[in-house]
């Protein structure tokens, strides 16, 4: 298997314009999470996904975040409009079973500059 | 509000040594803890996961041990070599959420 897949891996655009992030969870994986990564708040998680629902978005810092997942295949996270504290590297996870006892496998990240 | 604290100086030993890393929490009952690896421009690699009944839990040269009295976790990495080298965080949940808190983390650098 491939792993978990993001695009893009990079990312860099000017405030005020919007921003889509994409992801490509493991096959056969119930659980998708998306996690923001910062030198000052470290590792945080945005929201996740059970069989395609949103279960827990209380980490979305604003509406200005949105994410979806129309398929068991792939995830948006969109940022519109992005500011320069938005600034992070975004990773997206998924896992087999329960994300609180189970491994979650991380993908690669989006670093996202916004300037 | 919840608190997870690692050390957040860089642990610097030498090879074949005992690396040991802390997690610290507070104001939280976790139910389940797990260690991951990153390496720069990475994402986090799940190494070990143990529960609240647990006291310790062993991988190849990896030890995890969770005292919920004291609040904390020691992951001790025996034999230590500069592959190694990488930031550890430590991770909790709860029994009735899938959130996963992370630690910010701890870098290790393993010497020659």
């Known amino acids: 298997d491939a792993g978990v897949i993001q695009s893009p891996r990079h990312e860099v655009t000017e405030m005020g314009q919007e921003v889509t992030l994409r992801c490509k969870p493991i096959?056969?994986?119930?659980?998708l999470f998306w996690y923001r990564q910062t030198m000052m708040r470290g590792l945080e998680l945005l929201i996740y996904f059970n069989n395609n629902v949103p279960i827990d978005d209380s980490g979305m810092p604003e509406d200005r975040f949105s994410a979806k997942m129309p398929n068991a295949s792939f995830s948006t996270l969109k940022i519109q409009p992005s500011e320069p504290r938005d600034s992070a590297v975004y990773f997206c996870?998924?896992?087999?079973?329960?994300?609180?006892?189970?491994?979650?496998?991380f993908g690669p990240g989006t670093r996202l500059t916004v300037l | 509000s919840q608190k997870i604290e690692q050390n957040s100086e860089a642990l610097n030993i030498q090879e074949g040594k005992t690396a040991t890393l802390t997690c610290n929490y507070t104001?939280?009952?976790?139910?389940?803890l797990q260690w991951y690896r990153q390496d720069p421009g990475r994402g986090p690699v799940f190494l070990l996961l143990?529960?609240?009944?647990?006291k310790e839990k062993r991988k190849e040269r990896l030890k995890v041990t969770f005292d919920t009295t004291l609040k904390q976790s020691l992951f001790h990495i025996t034999a230590s070599q500069p592959a190694d080298s990488a930031t550890y965080l430590c991770?909790?949940?709860?029994?009735?959420?899938?959130?996963?808190?992370f630690g910010t983390g701890t870098r290790l650098q393993v010497f020659p």
């Open positions: 996870a998924s896992s087999l079973r329960e994300g609180r006892r189970d491994t979650q496998y």
């Open positions: 991770a909790l949940s709860s029994y009735n959420t899938d959130k996963l808190i």
């Open positions: 096959s056969g994986h119930d659980y």
């Open positions: 143990i529960r609240e009944n647990e």
């Open positions: 104001n939280y009952s976790p139910a389940y």
